[in-house]
């Protein structure tokens, strides 16, 4: 099983940019699609982003398409999540995931990260 590690996060000011960073060890990372999760205070997780093991197949949910990017880089072991022009309702814990499989088949992932906080400030 892959092991993952975000960092990246922190506070902004509504309108600003931060990039999260997700670094996996174990398995080999190109075997998985990746993801990108959160949770608000007080609101369930949910999905934000995926990514195929080549990067050629994306998926966003509404309210972030245009904003943020996600981005891996196979022979670092990494992925990434750009986030620009922040809300205050983006406020959350990340969560970086891995699925089973190579594509994102809007199934569970198979592993979670520890998360990392982002505050937008209005």
């Known amino acids: 099983q892959v092991q993952l590690v975000e960092s990246g996060g922190g506070l902004v000011q509504a309108g600003g940019s931060l990039r999260l960073s997700c670094a996996a060890s174990?398995?080999?990372?190109?075997?998985?699609?990746m993801g990108w999760f959160r949770q608000a205070p007080g609101k369930d997780r949910e999905f934000v982003s995926a990514?195929?093991?080549?990067?050629?197949?994306?998926h966003y949910i509404a309210s972030v398409k245009g904003r943020f990017t996600i981005s891996r880089d196979n022979a670092k072991n990494t992925v990434y999540l750009q986030m620009n022009s922040l809300k205050p309702e983006d406020t959350a814990v990340y969560y970086c995931?891995?699925?089973?499989?190579?594509?994102?088949?809007?199934?569970?992932?198979?592993?979670w990260g520890q998360g990392t906080l982002v505050t937008v400030s209005s």
């Open positions: 174990g398995r080999t990372f190109s075997d998985y699609a």
């Open positions: 990514i195929n093991w080549s990067g050629a197949d994306i």
């Open positions: 995931a891995a699925f089973s499989g190579s594509y994102y088949r809007r199934e569970s992932p198979e592993v």
